[in-house]
């Protein structure tokens, strides 16, 4: 790894390089905040992950290392900017990105004004500033669960306030101490603490500049609505215990944005890199390596709407004898959501009338067909229905089950199926 500073729009920018092979398209890391730096990031899980890829971490104008803006100009037009600038200094054409928290937000914009210049796009319990009010209705419900409980009464008189949301967002964030906000962006203290001794060690201080500049900026549309022009393969993801952004913006960029997929870390709070280290990097090494998709599939979810039972077929043994919701492969020149009508109509017998819903999941795994390993993609859909109906399964299956969506997590043994109907029970 080598350091060096690279001067962009007249600022000093701190940037650490390694590159493992100059052919290779590199992976920016674009820290969060607003105004914070990339020292823990480095130490977990940059040391794992620079042993897979080639990567460039940089501290954006006026954070951590780098040099502060004389005119103290943070906008995001800026640190858009700026990242173009690096990446074109430093040879590039093209880059994968990957920003945690606001760098997720940050990555977002950054893909939606230079589209060319993505590759792949990772964003990691991204926020989304833009809707603000948003925003403070997931911290406010986060804070409200970790305050002590002597400072609740003062906490419902700022909330219940007719002040300015930014100043009702600072005055409710003036109640933290170290202890609270660990509480809040950790699901493990333990980790909290190991994550301020290295705070302490970097000597790194967040100046807050950049923060009154970006909190509750104005957009004619939200990063997340834009969010549906980007057309970059894109991973999300989110840790099931974040309090800071939550599951719920996640989970919009990944609804929002066509060719992405969602993944939930279930023992991770706002830094799934640190408390779930290794699965983070695993998914991540995966998503950056994956090039090719043999096969793509569809995974169709049936729903009664007032039993809130799931649809979950049973595969023959010669088909491993595993129990799924409706799942087939899309044949060419067909769209996914033929596919989906398709499919159930094979499967079941059933002709579907209603709404045909994406759902924020699209999986990446390995299967082998005829001993050779296949790389298969699949996307799921909801189908809610206004009744159950009798199945006439085809030869591949042996019997079905409407059942509760608990009673499906209990049937399959596959994490993407037990993900989805987790995701089901909050709808």
């Keep these: 790894m080598s350091e060096r500073y690279i001067k962009i729009n007249g600022i000093k920018h701190w940037v650490k390089l390694g590159i493992k092979n100059p052919e290779d398209t590199p992976l920016v890391i674009l820290h969060g905040g607003p105004g914070g730096f990339t020292y823990v990031y480095e130490k977990v899980p940059g040391q794992v992950l620079e042993k897979h890829q080639s990567v460039i971490y940089y501290e954006q104008r006026g954070c951590g290392r780098s040099e502060e803006p004389v005119d103290e100009k943070y906008s995001i037009e800026y640190l858009v900017d700026d990242l173009k600038k690096l990446i074109t200094q430093l040879g590039y054409s093209k880059v994968h990105l990957l920003g945690y928290s606001f760098g997720g937000e940050l990555a977002a914009e950054f893909t939606l004004v230079y589209p060319e210049m993505v590759e792949k796009l990772i964003l990691h319990t991204p926020s989304d500033m833009s809707d603000f009010k948003r925003i403070y209705r997931i911290q406010y419900e986060g804070i409200k669960s970790v305050l002590p409980s002597e400072k609740l009464p003062d906490l419902e008189s700022i909330h219940l306030s007719q002040i300015d949301l930014v100043e009702k967002y600072n005055k409710v964030w003036s109640l933290m101490d170290q202890t609270s906000s660990d509480k809040l962006l950790f699901h493990n203290q333990e980790h909290a603490k190991w994550n301020r001794e290295q705070w302490r060690q970097s000597g790194l201080v967040n100046t807050g500049k950049m923060a009154n500049q970006v909190l509750g900026r104005s957009r004619e549309k939200t990063v997340c609505e834009s969010a549906k022009q980007i057309m970059a393969k894109t991973l999300v993801i989110a840790g099931r215990h974040d309090k800071n952004v939550g599951v719920e913006i996640p989970m919009l960029y990944s609804q929002n944005i066509r060719n992405s997929s969602l993944i939930v870390l279930e023992n991770s709070g706002h830094f799934p890199d640190i408390e779930e280290s290794d699965l983070y990097v695993k998914e991540v090494v995966s998503f950056l390596s994956c090039n090719n998709v043999d096969r793509r599939n569809v995974q169709v979810y049936l729903l009664d709407k007032s039993s809130q039972k799931l649809l979950m077929l049973k595969r023959t043994a010669e088909k491993s004898g595993y129990w799924q919701p409706v799942c087939g492969g899309i044949e060419n020149n067909e769209s996914e959501v033929d596919a989906a009508i398709r499919e159930v109509k094979e499967e079941t017998g059933f002709d579907i009338v209603s709404e045909v819903k994406k759902l924020p999941f699209k999986f990446n795994y390995s299967e082998p067909k005829n001993d ?22 085809s030869h591949e299956h042996v019997t ?28």
């Design 400 to 427: 079905y089950e409407w059942c509760d969506l608990q009673t499906a997590r209990e049937l399959t043994d596959w994490k993407p199926i037990k993900e989805v109907c987790l995701y089901l029970k909050t709808l």
């Design 372 to 393: 050779v390993p296949m790389q298969m993609e699949d996307t799921c859909y909801l189908v809610e229905l206004d009744a159950m109906f009798d199945v006439k399964f």
